[in-house]
């Protein structure tokens, strides 16, 4: 069964830094590409980051560029989402999502990122 | 970048009645490798996406036959044959033909 955990969301002041883990498993991790996609409180789906199977290819939101770093360790199964100079805007629920079948197939629980002074 | 625009954004339905839901995009989305990467994704109240239907037609794994896709270029639709209780909830569109991936403003089914 495919997994997707994600861990390290929290409450952070604007300027901040954060860091966010997806723990995978239940597939091969090194054979997919991730992403990580958000959702503000009520509001919908944005589309955050991508990183290919092996962490040489990485695509970001134009809202998030030069903020924040995805990057994977394949021998660890785990994604990561380093988040600086966070804003109040980056307030939401951020999704550890799985590429596949050429879609979004997979998506974790989330984990929920409050930036407020 | 594509904007998807979905309609309706609310849709009341009786059990047991059909539904569809609507999403067209500003370009379209067949790639050069001849793929047509839409996808539908449904969300139920306090839960994380879940993939439903996959280039434009295909049903995910698990995904009951009353879901169903169809359409081609810029106009995709998704409907249920049979709403059932367990459908409420916001359904988007969403394309993977290229970066940013993006996704429709969500449209709510909830029962009459």
């Known amino acids: 069964e495919v997994q997707l955990v994600e861990s390290g969301g929290g409450l952070v002041q604007p300027g901040g830094s954060l860091r966010l883990s997806c723990a995978a498993s239940g597939f091969t991790f090194n054979s997919h590409w991730m992403h990580w996609v958000r959702q503000a409180p009520g509001k919908g789906l944005v589309w955050v980051s991508y990183?290919?199977?092996?962490?040489?290819?990485?695509r970001y939101a134009d809202s998030v560029k030069g903020r924040f770093t995805i990057s994977r360790d394949n021998a660890k199964n785990t994604l990561y989402l380093q988040m600086n100079s966070l804003r109040a805007e980056d307030t939401a629920v951020y999704y550890c999502?799985?590429?596949?079948?050429?879609?979004?197939?997979?998506w974790g629980l989330g984990t929920l990122v409050t930036v407020s002074s | 970048d594509i904007v998807m625009i979905q309609t309706p954004l609310s849709s009341p339905v009786t059990l047991g009645q059909p539904a569809s839901i609507s999403c067209r995009t500003s370009?379209?989305?067949?790639?050069?490798?001849?793929?047509?990467?839409l996808s539908w994704l449904q969300q139920r109240p306090g839960q994380p996406p879940r993939l439903l239907i996959y280039k434009i037609s295909n049903r995910f794994s698990g995904v009951p036959d009353r879901f169903s896709g169809s359409g081609a270029g810029t106009d995709f639709t998704l409907k249920i044959s049979r709403v059932e209780a367990e459908d409420v909830g916001v359904y988007y569109c969403?394309?993977?033909?290229?970066?940013?991936?993006?996704f429709g403003q969500g449209t709510k089914l909830e029962i009459k």
């Open positions: 999502a799985r590429g596949g079948a050429g879609a979004v197939d997979y």
């Open positions: 370009q379209s989305l067949a790639h050069s490798d001849g793929n047509t990467y």
């Open positions: 990183i290919n199977t092996d962490g040489t290819n990485t």
């Open positions: 969403t394309q993977a033909t290229q970066f940013p991936y993006t």
